[in-house]
């Protein structure tokens, strides 16, 4: 299986970016549809985005699409949530996932790491 490690989460501003990482080990990460979900302590837990094997295609909830961008670097076994633009609602813990199925919009994951928070101000 693999192992899932997020960074890159903090307190800005609205209307400033973030950009969350998440390192993977254990096991080939090419082989691994990877996505990022966000989470907000009592609400459900809810996708973001996801990524391909091969970094195309990608999927975006509408809520963040046009200021998130999902990306990946099968080389160094990181995938990343650049985030701009950041609203108040944006504020959750983010998680990152992965799995065999293709990629899609949904929560089906079945590896999960720990989350980074995001906070995001107004």
């Known amino acids: 299986q693999v192992q899932l490690v997020e960074s890159g989460g903090g307190l800005v501003q609205a209307g400033g970016s973030l950009r969350l990482s998440c390192a993977a080990s254990?096991?080939?990460?090419?082989?691994?549809?990877m996505g990022w979900l966000r989470q907000v302590p009592g609400k459900e837990r809810e996708f973001v985005a996801a990524?391909?094997?091969?970094?195309?295609?990608?999927y975006y909830a509408d809520s963040v699409k046009g200021r998130f961008t999902i990306s990946r670097d099968n080389a160094k076994n990181t995938v990343y949530l650049q985030m701009t633009s950041l609203k108040p609602e944006d504020t959750a813990d983010y998680y990152c996932?992965?799995?065999?199925?293709?990629?899609?919009?949904?929560?089906?994951?079945?590896?999960w790491g720990q989350g980074t928070q995001v906070t995001v101000s107004s």
């Open positions: 996932a992965a799995r065999y199925r293709e990629a899609d919009i949904d929560l089906k994951y079945d590896f």
């Open positions: 254990g096991r080939t990460f090419s082989n691994y549809v």
């Open positions: 990524i391909s094997w091969s970094g195309s295609p990608t």
